[in-house]
């Protein structure tokens, strides 16, 4: 199933044209982010034998994605970036509950959406005409990117199934719709900073 509720904005994809190397750069911190995140919720449900198998594979080929593109950084000479987080994870983590067993839920539907996040604007800017369209190499990394962010929130929201059924915690859909209208609004609205998750350019 396909949980994002918005389309990233055409301006957003204009503006990551036009700030390849920036948006390369921020690209390179969700890697490492995506896989610190997999790694943490590991550490959090130790006790669950089925997440962590699954997340730590996720996890590896998380960081096997962070050497790809710091590859392609050091081949198009673009510099490594230090940021603070940016309003999309802060604001999307904020929204969520905090006493369990909805935490593991809603860490897990996060998950999946920022994942089907990641994965619409890699086929987005994987897709465009050259003419307009991202630096070759850049456009052909994200274009392979696309099938592995499409497995990753499936399992993401796989975990998250497993763990409504387990703890009876009943239809966990309009948790889903709840958290992804929030995200929906991140990427729509007006964004003061430009990030590989930003809202629309302000």
């Given at each position: 199933?396909?949980?994002l ?6 301006a ?8 390849w ?6 690209h390179?911190?969700c ?45 198009c ?5 230090r ?15 905090t ?6 839920l809603?860490?897990?539907l996060?998950g ?36 592995s962010e ?10 998250a ?11 966990w859909?309009?948790?889903l719709a ?5 995200e ?19």
């Amino acid at each position: 199933m396909q949980p994002l509720l918005a389309a990233t904005p055409e301006a957003w994809v204009h503006e990551a044209v036009r700030r390849w190397p920036e948006l390369l750069a921020d690209h390179a911190n969700c890697e490492k982010k995506a896989a610190s995140t997999a790694l943490a919720l590991m550490f959090a449900y130790p006790e669950d034998r089925s997440l962590a198998t699954r997340l730590s594979k996720l996890a590896r080929e998380e960081l096997r994605h962070f050497e790809q593109v710091d590859e392609l950084m050091r081949d198009c000479g673009v510099a490594y970036l230090r940021r603070k987080p940016g309003r999309y994870a802060s604001q999307l983590r904020a929204a969520l509950v905090t006493s369990e067993p909805h935490r593991k839920l809603d860490l897990l539907l996060a998950g999946a959406l920022i994942e089907a996040r990641s994965c619409e604007r890699f086929k987005l800017l994987g897709g465009l005409p050259a003419e307009r369209g991202l630096p070759v190499p850049v456009a052909a990394l994200y274009s392979r990117l696309e099938a592995s962010e499409a497995r990753h929130f499936e399992l993401y929201l796989k975990l998250a199934d497993q763990h409504a059924r387990a703890n009876d915690l009943g239809d966990w859909q309009p948790r889903l719709a709840a958290i992804a209208a929030i995200e929906a609004e991140l990427v729509t609205t007006p964004d003061p900073e430009f990030r590989f998750h930003s809202g629309l350019p302000a």
